[in-house]
């Protein structure tokens, strides 16, 4: 008698911000994806996880339900609205949200956001005009500190502080690159920090011969 293959194991999910917050959120209840979308705004989610294209949410949770670790609840039905699926956690959805968690929360990744990138390469700009360009962006993360501060205010006292602990992480990263734009500024207005054309090149002609005189 040939024996039965074995039955195909269900494919495994890459670990990601949105596929975290969709098996948290359903940790709460069952919802289908504009209501799992609508309570990540409400719940102040979209500030550190990417969920304005709801396109990219819809394939979470696709790439979830092949995995296994959500299931189809019910499928609604209104003459007002489309159809909408409602999906549930399921017990191994359950545990690869505590395993990724604690992941995540332990364990820092390397990361690469586009700001230190530009900055590695600032050079290419002259002094005043990079001055100019962080003076900006000082300026919109001055707003965004004071939107967290607001946000932090509103809420204390209302929701338990380990609801708020993502705001005041982005409080605490806000103010701290904040200081650092308006000391980078102010050095690059006294003139305290610059460099010239001659100058770097200078310095690639002396980093190419190290080079060429290493064993």
Avoid: C
């Amino acid at each position: 008698m040939t024996p039965e293959p074995p039955a195909p194991s269900a494919p495994t999910v890459r670990p990601s911000p949105l596929a975290l917050t969709v098996l948290a959120m359903l940790a709460y209840e069952p919802l289908h994806p504009y209501r799992m979308q609508r309570l990540m705004q409400l719940w102040g989610k979209d500030r550190v996880v990417n969920v304005g294209q709801r396109a990219n949410l819809y394939k979470t949770i696709k790439r979830l339900l092949e995995a296994g670790l959500v299931a189809v609840r019910q499928t609604e039905r209104d003459h007002q609205y489309p159809e909408r699926t409602v999906y549930e956690l399921t017990e191994a959805g359950a545990r690869q949200s505590r395993a990724w968690l604690t992941e995540m929360l332990a364990a820092p990744r390397a990361e690469f956001p586009e700001f230190p990138a530009a900055l590695s390469f600032v050079m290419l700009l002259e002094p005043d005009a990079a001055r100019q360009v962080l003076a900006a962006r000082a300026g919109l993360v001055r707003q965004d500190l004071s939107a967290l501060e607001t946000d932090l205010a509103e809420n204390a006292g209302v929701l338990p502080r380990v609801t708020v602990l993502e705001t005041e992480y982005l409080r605490a990263v806000t103010a701290a690159e904040l200081g650092w734009l308006d000391i980078v500024t102010e050095e690059l207005a006294a003139g305290t920090l610059s460099w010239s054309e001659e100058e770097l090149t200078a310095a690639v002609v002396d980093d190419t011969a190290d080079e060429a005189e290493a064993p």
